[in-house]
T-cell receptor, first 110, second 114 residues
Framework: DAKTTQPNSMESNEEEPVHLPCNHS???????IHWYRQLPSQGPEYVIH???SNVNNRMASLAIAEDRKSSTLILHRATLRDAAVYYC???????????FGSGTKLNVKP | DVKVTQSSRYLVKRTGEKVFLECVQD?????MFWYRQDPGLGLRLIYF???????EKGDIPEGYSVSREKKERFSLILESASTNQTSMYLC?????????????FGSGTQLSVL
């Protein structure tokens, strides 16, 4: 199984940047790195994904280490609506399995 | 956007009952998944399907079966519900190919087995 390690919880102030780390030291060359978040009482929703290069979209940025053994999800300006559990996931190419860990619970303070 | 609909938000069943959880997606996705979510354990894959009538076991298939008779519908079946199957069940779907990396989830069904 492709494993990821994340801190259990983090705290941020509103309107400040947040860097959510993820370690995936057993990553293979064909594993995609995904991030999802889960708001209370909802199913997870897609945030961003990447393979080797850093990625940006309207929700967040994904910074991938050069050796790909870690990645960081960056929320540029945290809002109260960003309070959620964030999951870092690996998906092996040609396989349909997404392995979810326990995630990081992000608390955003006003 | 893709809509993944789970038939019930909350369900209460008795031990030994046969339970059906239904999931429907509206984007013609080939792949559909059933996960269960328990506190401290994250999401664990029960079964997935990559085509009509095709299925593969996930990491925790024991006590569950699935059915995919139509492309848009994926059912999870608990043949004889037990209390350790009390959990949040999440359905997801995904297309195929490099432009279809995203998983789309339903809102979940909280199942309580008494």
């Amino acid at each position: 199984d492709a494993k990821t390690t994340q801190p259990n919880s983090m705290e941020s102030n509103e309107e400040e940047p947040v860097h959510l780390p993820c370690n995936h030291s057993t990553i293979s060359g064909t594993d995609y790195i995904h991030w999802y978040r889960q708001l209370p009482s909802q199913g997870p929703e897609y945030v961003i994904h990447g393979l080797t290069s850093n990625v940006n979209n309207r929700m967040a940025s994904l910074a991938i280490a050069e050796d790909r053994k870690s990645s960081t999800l960056i929320l540029h300006r945290a809002t109260l609506r960003d309070a959620a559990v964030y999951y870092c996931i690996l998906r092996r190419n040609n396989f349909n399995k997404f392995y979810f860990g326990s995630g990081t619970k992000l608390n955003v303070k006003p | 956007d893709v809509k993944v609909t789970q038939s019930s938000r909350y369900l209460v069943k008795r031990t030994g009952e046969k339970v059906f959880l239904e999931c429907v997606q509206d984007m013609d996705h080939e792949n559909m998944f059933w996960y269960r979510q328990d506190p401290g354990l994250g999401l664990r894959l029960i079964y997935f399907s990559y085509d009509v009538k095709m299925k593969e076991k996930g990491d925790i298939p024991e006590g569950y079966s699935v059915s995919r008779e139509k492309k848009e519908r994926f059912s999870l079946i608990l043949e004889s519900a037990s209390t350790n199957q009390t959990s949040m069940y999440l359905c997801a779907s995904r297309g195929t190919g490099p432009t279809n990396e995203k998983l789309f989830f339903g809102s979940g069904t909280q199942l309580s087995v008494l």
